[in-house]
């Protein structure tokens, strides 16, 4: 699964990275986004559109709803899951994200701006009950990510 917020597409970045990406691709509209309707038109074949109404608190927060809201799809969806609330430069291959991969990046703001899980995380039972948990408490991208390292840790056998 590919989730993009608006914030992907400053700067003049390109779409043709992203169609490696297996899986639904969500794209989330941030309200004062700048970009009209008819642009969002062109995307609409290849993502799923949410429009934000007014800004989530934190990526958490908007992480939780997105996976609530599409919960049904989430059954079909199989590979890694990717995150970017950045404008995009180089994605990396969905195949070198390891399978039990939980690695965030943070803007100086401590924003989460990346977050990718690998295909054995993103397919698993309990993610979409982390997420429900977390979602409606006051919990910062930082705490997020840890909670998702904790109860996603894998030990080398």
């Not at 958490?60 to 997105?66: E, F, N, R």
């Not at 924003?111 to 409606?136: M, Q, W």
Request: charged share 25%; with cysteine; net charge negative.
């Amino acid at each position: 699964m590919l989730i993009l917020t608006t914030n992907a597409f400053e700067t003049g970045s390109k779409l043709s990275s992203l169609s490696s990406w297996p899986g639904l691709h969500v794209l989330i509209v941030l309200p004062g986004a700048g970009r009209g309707l008819q642009n969002l038109d062109t995307l609409s074949e290849e993502f799923v559109i949410v429009e934000w109404l007014q800004a989530p608190e934190n990526a958490a927060d908007l992480l939780c709803d997105v996976v609530g809201w599409l919960r049904g799809r989430l059954d079909e969806d199989e590979g890694p899951l990717l995150y970017v609330n950045r404008p995009l430069g180089k994605i990396g291959d969905p195949d070198q994200v390891s399978s039990v991969a939980v690695e965030a990046k943070f803007g100086l703001d401590g924003s989460l701006t990346e977050l990718a899980l690998g295909e054995l995380i993103a397919a698993s039972p309990l993610l979409p009950d982390v997420f429900r948990k977390v979602n409606g408490r006051a919990v910062s991208d930082t705490k997020f990510i840890k909670i998702l390292k904790d109860i996603f840790r894998w030990e080398d056998a």
